[in-house]
Every structure is written in structure tokens, then in C-alpha cells.
């Protein structure tokens, strides 16, 4: 027996349908992969370098530095030696002047 979901969707003239769903035909449950393949697909493509990748996601600062070296890979040490390291501090510089200067397309 398949399984029917039924819900009311509105009609213009005020009335409302019963518009039914089987089960088979919803989409699949989104895994927390699937919203982080979003998320990295979303970084503009001149941004692909890891290093770049994760200065973006820093000069962003639209989570904890802490979260993002972990999606890294990284512990916070790990991290804050990166950030101690010359050649990444250009890049962060970059990327941040770059993302305050111009916003980010995406």
C-alpha cells in the first residue's frame, strides 16, 4: 500500500484543493554532505585553492573560526598556525579586501 500525503492548496477564487503526494514521489532527505557540497559550490569559482577557499570562509566571518578550520580538517591550533604563516596572511588580506571592496557574486 503506498502511502498518501494530502494537503489543501489554496485557489484563487478562495477555495482550496486537495492535492495529494505519494510518498515514492517526495524528494529525499537532505544529508548534512549534501548542504555542505552547496555551501562550498557556492564560493565564487575564482576562489578554488583550499587556502583561498577557507580565507573566504573566514573574511566572511559568517561562522566561528573554530567551525570552519574543523571543516577543514584543522584544530583551532592548526589553524592559528596557518594564520601566523606570511604567505597565508596575503592571501586572507587579499580576499578581505577583495570581499569589502567588490561583495561576492555568486
Known amino acids: 500500500?503506498?502511502?498518501?500525503?494530502?494537503e489543501l492548496e489554496s485557489q484563487p477564487h478562495g477555495?482550496?484543493?486537495k492535492r495529494s503526494t505519494a510518498i515514492e514521489?517526495?524528494?529525499?532527505?537532505?544529508?548534512?554532505?549534501?548542504?555542505?557540497?552547496e555551501r562550498q559550490a557556492r564560493v565564487p569559482s575564482l576562489y578554488k585553492t583550499t587556502h583561498e577557499?577557507?580565507?573566504?570562509?573566514?573574511?566572511?566571518?559568517m561562522d566561528?573560526?573554530?567551525?570552519?578550520?574543523?571543516?577543514?580538517g584543522m584544530t583551532m591550533d592548526e589553524g592559528l598556525a596557518l594564520l601566523s604563516q606570511p604567505s597565508f596572511a596575503l592571501?586572507?588580506?587579499r580576499i578581505g579586501k577583495e570581499i569589502s571592496?567588490?561583495?561576492?557574486?555568486f
Do not use: C, H
Request: charged fraction near 30%; hydrophobic fraction near 40%; aromatic fraction near 6%.
Open 25 to 37: 514521489d517526495l524528494p529525499a532527505p537532505r544529508t548534512a554532505q549534501d548542504y555542505e557540497d
Open 101 to 105: 571592496e567588490n561583495g561576492l557574486s
Open 91 to 93: 592571501i586572507l588580506s
Open 64 to 72: 566561528e573560526p573554530e567551525d570552519i578550520f574543523l571543516r577543514y
Open 1 to 6: 500500500m503506498t502511502e498518501v500525503l494530502t
Open 53 to 61: 577557499r577557507l580565507a573566504v570562509e573566514l573574511a566572511m566571518k
Open 15 to 17: 477555495g482550496a484543493l
